[in-house]
């Protein structure tokens, strides 16, 4: 059934729309993490509140530690706050941005996934 002839939706679209100036870039800006996802290439990407999509950078998550990594940053990561830092700024172009990650007790996420034993170190 198609709307009414003069309907005009009340809810716009609700894919945020990434503008690099928008973002808080200062060294202790914090993002909520909201969502996790599988990139394609099966790597965890951590969506903030502001419509980032982060992937971890120098972490490689092998296919057989993929649930298990998963499962540790559901339950340490997603809901909370932290901070990002980037080795390059964001470009807004919707693909996920690399970047080491930190909860706001200072811990670093990659590495403590390392030592874990639930990735690998990238070395590219």
């Known amino acids: 059934m198609p709307p009414p002839e003069h309907y005009t939706p009340s809810i716009k679209d609700a894919k945020p729309l990434i503008e690099p100036k928008h973002l808080k870039l200062e060294p202790d ?5 909201v ?6 290439d099966g790597a965890p990407i951590l969506c903030m509140d502001n419509g980032l999509q982060v992937s971890l950078l120098g972490v490689y998550v092998p296919a057989e530690r993929h649930e298990r990594a ?16 980037f080795e390059q700024p964001p470009n807004g172009e919707g693909q996920p941005v690399p970047a080491y990650l930190y909860l ?3 811990l670093f996420v990659n590495r403590k996934m390392i030592e874990m034993g639930l990735a690998q170190a990238e070395r590219s």
Request: with cysteine; glycine share 6%; proline share 0%.
């Open 29 to 33: 800006a914090t993002y909520r993490v």
């Open 35 to 40: 969502a996790l996802r599988n990139g394609t």
């Open 70 to 85: 998963c499962a540790y940053l559901t339950r340490y990561v997603l809901g909370k706050r932290v901070i990002l830092r």
């Open 104 to 106: 706001t007790n200072r």
